[in-house]
């Protein structure tokens, strides 16, 4: 029988970050400031919390990562339901995602990790058996790298992403509306209040949705009547694939500076909006806008939406998902 196992990867630097076989999850991150550990990462106390909680902490999601509307999706003239989990829609791939599944330890060192998963014909609705490998590696620039790859043998759609709430400031302060967040893209897609998309790619200057500079997280944080629908960012930006990083997270202590870059080609921005209740490392709960995940991912809905900007969403029985996200961490 195999059984959930908490590893820790470590670097000359004395990060240390901590992972699970459970939802190939990423548990901790921790960074040396100031001589002192400071933990980035939201958490819970045990295994047994992470597996009531529903806020994806630091899980790997999958199939498909964020939003499918009406839990229905067509290839050819072959419709094929899936297993809803947010009202009529579907969520992170479904009741029991990849989030949920205990995951194979292929191999392990000091610095990697490699989990499999085998998700079979059927699973929550998709087709096709899908082999997927999730990797973690933690290198000597403290760079976390997760790297993702899938093969199918039939046509299906595969999003898979990391859902990692950061607080650079460390997860026992309040909040992270005093970060700095910069996002490089140019277009984002607004959405209706159940998080599915409601027009097409519209340009960040409209709405006051613009994180090309850096900004504030709080600031007119629920004054734009896009974010007061979400109750903060709860959006897809499409990447600027020119730029040479996706986006960059500063503390408000301005000790620590996260960056990431990424293969894929839009990043989801949550500001935590629905937090509250989610079980912390310390006997309580967080609060919303605790921490913010930053989801490298296809544009949510996208398997209904083929003319997109993007790459495809579909993979082919010939073909192999690869995609990688890079988040460095600089501590000044
Ligand atoms: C979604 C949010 C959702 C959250 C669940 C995020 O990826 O964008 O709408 O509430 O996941 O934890």
Not at 85 to 104: R, T
Not at 197 to 206: E, I, R, Y
């Amino acid at each position: 029988m195999p059984i959930e196992k908490i590893i820790t990867l470590s670097n000359k630097h004395g990060m240390k970050i901590k992972l699970s076989n459970w939802g190939a999850t990423w548990l901790s991150c921790i960074l040396p400031v100031d001589g002192q550990n400071r933990e980035v990462l939201l958490g819970c106390q045990t295994l047994e919390q992470y597996k009531k909680q529903s806020a994806y902490l630091g899980a790997t999601i999958g199939r498909y990562a964020n939003r499918i509307a009406n839990a229905t999706i067509d290839i050819g003239d072959r419709h094929y339901p899936l297993v809803a989990n947010q009202g009529v829609n579907q969520l992170h791939g479904g009741k029991l995602g990849f989030d949920k599944q205990l995951w194979h330890i292929q191999s392990q060192s000091d610095q990697q990790i490699i989990f499999t998963l085998t998700s079979p014909d059927g699973d929550q609705g998709f087709p096709g058996k899908l082999n997927v490998q999730a990797i973690y590696k933690l290198t000597d620039d403290n760079e976390v790298v997760i790297k993702f790859k899938a093969t199918t043998n039939k046509t299906t759609p595969v999003n898979l992403t990391n859902h990692a709430y950061f607080n650079l400031d460390g997860e026992t302060s309040k909040d992270i509306l005093n970060h700095t967040l910069q996002v490089n893209a140019n277009l984002y897609l607004p959405v209706d209040s159940n998080g599915i998309p409601s027009n097409d790619l519209v340009c960040v200057t409209k709405n006051n949705m613009d994180l090309r500079k850096p900004k504030r997280i709080s600031d007119r944080l629920l004054v734009s009547l896009e974010r007061q629908i979400t109750g903060g960012y709860d959006h897809a930006y499409l990447l600027d694939k020119n730029q040479p990083i996706a986006a960059q997270l500063i503390s408000s202590d301005k000790k620590v500076i996260m960056n990431i870059t990424t293969t894929k080609s839009s990043l989801q921005v949550y500001t935590g909006n629905f937090l509250q209740h989610t079980p912390n490392r310390h006997n309580g709960e967080y609060d919303n806008f605790a921490g913010i995940a930053l989801e490298t991912q296809f544009l949510p809905d996208s398997p209904h939406h083929p003319k997109w900007p993007q790459e495809s969403c579909w993979l082919q029985p010939n073909q192999i998902y690869s995609h990688q996200t890079t988040y460095q961490f600089i501590v000044k």
